[in-house]
T-cell receptor, first 114, second 115 residues
Framework: GDSVTQMEGPVTLSEEACLTI???????????LFWYVQYPGEGLQLLLK?????DKGSNKGFEATYRKETTSFHLEKGSVQVSDSAVYFC?????????????FGSGTQLTVLP | KAGVTQTPRYLIKTRGQQVTLSCSPI?????VSWYQQTPGQGLQFLFE???????NKGNFPGRFSGRQFSNSRSEMNVSTLELGDSALYLC??????????????FGPGTRLTVL
């Protein structure tokens, strides 16, 4: 079945450091790929998405590129802020059929220190 | 535009009881999905409803059930609660074009604690 593997956390960075959170997936065909962020005590917020190979999703300084050849969708940011501290989830949505079943990675806790 | 709302935000129940959680999707969204989030199992898909019909179901026991009303609001019910049902239950709704790539927008969740 489909699966998503995320880099183990937690990750602690200083403000203005570069961030990379690795995400790889296993799925048939070309799934859509997502990054969601969860702040303490809240639900999930969509951060960015990509729906086909070589697409780049971007939002709030975060970027991720859909790499079919390496089945990856790594999240990157050039300069993190304290406000970026949260848990980040990589997820995929299969293309086949009408299923809305998101498969999530285990999440990566990010803490940014001032 | 209002986001996905879930009620109640917090619930405390005891083993053996049953519970009903409610989700109101974004206006115009017709697809509603439910997920369970626990520290041990992470985020797991429960079921999805579209136009009052359950379209997809995850690997959960029959104690977990749901329904959707004509206004797209959805409820999920858990009967005979167990300690392991303690979790954050998240609801998500999707844009009405109903394409597989449509984004799911999540509510804040209902935190259920079973004692």
């Amino acid at each position: 079945g489909d699966s998503v593997t995320q880099m183990e956390g937690p990750v602690t960075l200083s403000e203005e450091a570069c961030l990379t959170i690795n995400c790889t997936y296993t799925a048939t065909g070309y799934p859509s790929l997502f990054w969601y962020v969860q702040y303490p005590g809240e639900g999930l917020q969509l951060l960015l998405k990509a729906t086909k190979a070589d697409d780049k999703g971007s939002n709030k300084g975060f970027e991720a590129t859909y790499r079919k050849e390496t089945t990856s969708f790594h999240l990157e940011k050039g300069s993190v802020q304290v406000s970026d501290s949260a848990v980040y989830f990589c997820a995929l949505l299969p293309v086949a059929g009408s299923a809305r079943q998101l498969t999530f990675g285990s999440g990566t806790q990010l803490t940014v220190l001032p | 535009k209002a986001g996905v709302t879930q009620t109640p935000r917090y619930l405390i129940k005891t083993r053996g009881q049953q519970v009903t959680l409610s989700c109101s999707p974004i206006s115009g969204h017709r697809s509603v999905s439910w997920y369970q989030q626990t520290p041990g199992q992470g985020l797991q898909f429960l079921f999805e409803y579209f136009s009052e019909t359950q379209r997809n179901k995850g690997n959960f026991p029959g104690r977990f059930s749901g329904r959707q009303f004509s206004n797209s609001r959805s409820e999920m019910n858990v009967s005979t609660l167990e300690l392991g049902d303690s979790a954050l239950y998240l609801c998500a709704s999707s844009f009405p074009r109903d394409k597989p790539t449509d984004t799911q927008y999540f509510g804040p969740g209902t935190r259920l604690t079973v004692l």
